[in-house]
């Protein structure tokens, strides 16, 4: 099954955050596919701290939805992630966003696709990169990131492959 995988961090190393999780998740989760570009964005709900980096990954694996959950966190701990305010600053965060066949999950603990891709553009970019032809309900990727709404948050490429999987 291909996954996106949405991840963020806004402290410490910002970039070697990212760098590790891409690392971690390919050992841990499946076989990271693609990478999007790294983009630098204004923090959204909890405005006061500082800003982001975040990236979409694509990875195929053969974990169940839930697994690929219990997976990640278990990755975020590892990298250092600590229990914050929701929204607030963290080192980094890995958000479970979609998966290519459309598959839907309503728990407790997980919802596919993820509740908030659409409303974040800091999440879209960079899928757009991957998949602009990706469906998220009735629109395709591309579509939901030419709304008004969406064009207004701050999110700025910072470069291009910036980040790659590790492979010995």
């Known amino acids: 099954m291909r996954v996106f995988l949405g991840l963020g961090s806004n402290i410490g ?10 690392n971690l998740l390919d050992l841990r989760v499946g076989s990271v596919v693609r990478i ?5 964005t204004a923090p959204v709900y909890v405005e006061d701290q500082p800003p982001f980096l975040n990236t979409v990954v ?5 974990l169940t939805p839930e697994d690929i959950l219990r997976a990640v966190k278990e990755v975020e701990a590892e990298i250092g992630r600590t229990p914050r305010e929701r929204f607030g600053p963290r080192e980094i965060d890995i958000d ?3 998966t290519e066949d459309g598959t839907e999950v309503n728990s407790d603990r997980l919802s596919l696709p993820h509740p908030n891709l659409t409303e ?3 999440v879209l970019e960079p899928l757009a990169e991957l ?7 009735s629109r395709r990727i591309a579509e939901w990131l030419a ?4 064009q207004a948050q ?13 492979r010995d």
């Open 96 to 98: 479970l966003l979609i």
């Open 120 to 122: 974040r553009r800091f």
């Open 147 to 150: 709304q008004p709404n969406i």
């Open 154 to 166: 701050q999110v700025e490429r910072t470069a291009e492959s910036l980040l790659f999987v590790h």
């Open 36 to 40: 999007a570009s790294v983009y630098e």
């Open 13 to 22: 190393e910002r970039l070697q955050n990212l760098q590790a999780a891409v």
């Open 131 to 137: 998949c602009p032809d990706l469906a998220v309900g």
């Open 58 to 62: 694509e990875l195929d694996t053969n």
